[in-house]
């Protein structure tokens, strides 16, 4: 009998070798699975509740990937492409999951043979390499010529963005105001400057573009009524302090021994409030912004002098405010000068729906913008906040980045099809891989058709066709049930959407063909799982 050698800790889990890999592919297209339904315009909408009960409709992969919180080791290297599509460009981030895991389903029969995972790489890289030199030598650039040429591009984009979305039906309305948003902001681009506002209630169309900072009435105490609703100009005291009688309130102990001297210490509470909002007042601002929260004796002070405060303000919003009208946030009365107060041209106060809004428009500094959304249901309009916000990342990237390839397909099917030429001309192993890389990026128009209801298999085989004759922009119509030009459609893509997904699906997918052992130690004061859970030698972990 040879002795057992023991080389891990009791209760370390591990599994190795092609069954391991296998089953590290079989846990993506799970992912996979979960998601392919709501790609394209066409697509479904998911439905998620977590475990505190929260409802999320969505149709964004990232955000649907973060919410199942998935975590199977090699599954969630697809979860972490679809945040970093999301955090780099915006949108495609359902694609993108999409054909990393088709081309590890491609290449799965390739690793049950046996063939070595190195290859299956380095073919990947190789198609990916011809994908990338391709897409750069389609991509039309847009000449900036004229201001309305470059608007109507960027509005094609967008609404190619909301297309797919539970917003669909608006995306014209929509395209209008986020290229309107994006063209507001200066030449950083600032995704922080567009503030996106949602109140229940109204339709969609209602929604409305406000220039300069926007937010909510925060709660205020009585005095507010009295308080003036607009001036034109206007000086903005921002603060972090404390405008409210706080004695009766705080756990200090004070022990006195007549009624005369407890009146002394609420009469020095009152005074240095007073103090405070002397100082304030001096300053000459017409609003009050303040972080913390300013009480009734404050609010009643405030609107005795003809000046408008907002107590409990959140922090984004000031900072919104402190960068569109300039000025610094004080947290102390003592040094209120005029030279701290924000400035902007028209303060106003006004209804929108069931809410006060307190608009500051003209501001000088920094140009930004506020949206305020309308609609009926609270998860509808959270939905629509996400659609919004991968619109007017795609047209940032647009306008950085002003070359459009065509979507619905169209640049998947002609990158397969230089794939599948190429393969032909080569001969071993790399042949069938790159040919099998080749067919993965088909999924793409596949699951359009499959999601829209239509024949993928005739209309892909209508694709191919065109392609090979040299059509190159030819995609799925997704309204006749065809194929047809989609550059001539206007089903526009930015480049850059193309190229930072196929590149980050091809890297996942080669990092996931190269891992080979996974071993997972026990956890702290977890009882050790021998043949417990059906783990071990080439199980999924
Ligand atoms: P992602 O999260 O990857 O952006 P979407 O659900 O937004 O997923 O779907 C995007 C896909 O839908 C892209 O491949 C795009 O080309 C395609 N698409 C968008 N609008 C249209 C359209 N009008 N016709 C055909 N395809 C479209
Ligand atoms: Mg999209």
Redesign the pocket.
Known sequence: MQPQIVLLKEGTDTSQGKPQLVSNINACQMIVDAVRT????R?MDKLIVNAQGKATIS????TIMKLLEIIHPAAKTLVDIAKSQDAEVG??????V?LAGEFLKQVKPFVEEGVHARIIIKAIRKSLQLCMDKINEMAVRIEKQSKEEQRTLLEKCAA??M???LIHQQKDFFARIVVDAVLSLDELLPLNMIGIKKVTGGSLEESQLVSGVAFKKTFSYAGFEMAPKSYAPCKIALLNIELELKAERDNAEVRVDNVREYQKIVDAEWQILYNKLAKIVESGANVVLSKLAIGDVATQYFADRDIFCAGRVPEEDLKRTMKACGGAVMTTANDIKADVLGLCETFKEVQVGGERFNLFQGCPNAKTSTLILRGGAEQFLEETERSLH?AIMIVRRTIKHDSVV?????I?MELSRLLRDYSRTIAGKEQLLIAAIAKGLEI?PRQ?CDNAGFDATNILNKLRQKHSLGGQWY?????KEDISD?FE?C?W?PSI?KIN?LTAAAEAACMILSVDETIKSPKAGEAPMAGGMGRGMGRPM
């Open positions: 709501t790609l394209g315009p697509g149709n964004d992969g990232a949108d495609g981030t359902t694609s993108v999409l190619t963005a297309s797919s979305k991968d065509a979507g619905g397909g169209a998947e793409i359009l995609g799925v119509d997704i309204t989609n459609q089903v893509e959407i997904a």
